[in-house]
């Protein structure tokens, strides 16, 4: 069965810095690309970064391009967000969502976690 | 970024009829390799996303034969033959066509 298990959200001020975590199991982790997807609460859906299975390609959203940094660890089958200089526009729920299997198109988003909440307030 | 608009916003349907959900985009979804990259995702209260749908109208391992997706170019429809209760959630639209993935609005479905 498929899993993946967020952690590492928080109340963080202003210009703060997380590190947010995704441990995936029930498949092969390192044959898919990964993505973290966030929503505002009680608001819609928003794709922020991807990264693919070998950690060679990297995607972010403009929004927080330059800020965030997505990364994975395929020993470990752990995706990261480091999120740095944080914006009360960037606090929402994170979803990890496991995206394509290789050679496929990005935007499979076929399982995802239960996502953690990072809050950015002073 | 490729806006999706779905419709209506809220949508109040009775147990056992059908209900419908549109989603239109202001480009053509078509890939330029041939598939449309459009998916439905069904969000329960208090629950994580999960898809339905990809591809327009595949449905994924495990969704009820009463979910069906159809459409083309830029008018897709996600429909439920006979509404249960279990169906009660906010539905999305998605695009992978075009980069950066985007997502429609969302349309909740409530029990009249």
């Known amino acids: 069965e498929v899993q993946l298990l967020e952690s590492g959200g928080a109340l963080v001020e202003p210009g703060g810095s997380l590190r947010l975590s995704c441990v995936a199991s029930?498949?092969?982790?390192?044959?898919?690309?990964m993505s973290w997807v966030r929503q505002v609460p009680g608001k819609g859906l928003k794709w922020v970064s991807a990264i693919s299975g070998s950690s060679t390609n990297t995607y972010y959203a403009d929004s927080v391009k330059g800020r965030f940094t997505i990364s994975r660890d395929n020993l470990k089958k752990t995706l990261y967000l480091e999120m740095n200089t944080l914006r009360a526009e960037d606090a929402a729920v994170y979803y990890c969502?496991?995206?394509?299997?290789?050679?496929?198109?990005?935007?499979?988003?076929?399982?995802w976690g239960q996502g953690t909440l990072v809050a950015v307030s002073s | 970024d490729v806006e999706l608009t779905q419709s209506p916003v809220s949508l109040p349907v009775t147990l056992g009829l059908p209900a419908s959900i549109s989603c239109r985009s202001n480009?053509?979804?078509?890939?330029?390799?041939?598939?449309?990259?459009l998916s439905w995702f069904q969000q329960r209260p208090g629950q994580s996303p999960g898809r339905l749908i990809h591809e327009v109208s595949t449905r994924d391992s495990g969704v009820p034969g009463r979910f069906s997706g159809s459409g083309s170019g830029t008018d897709f429809t996600l429909r439920i033959s006979r509404v249960e209760a279990d169906d009660v959630a906010i539905y999305y639209c998605m695009q992978a066509t075009h980069w950066p993935p985007t997502f429609g609005q969302g349309t909740k479905v409530e029990i009249k």
């Open positions: 029930g498949f092969v982790f390192s044959n898919y690309a």
């Open positions: 969502a496991r995206d394509a299997p290789r050679m496929s198109s990005y935007g499979q988003f076929d399982y």
């Open positions: 480009q053509s979804l078509v890939h330029r390799e041939g598939n449309t990259y």
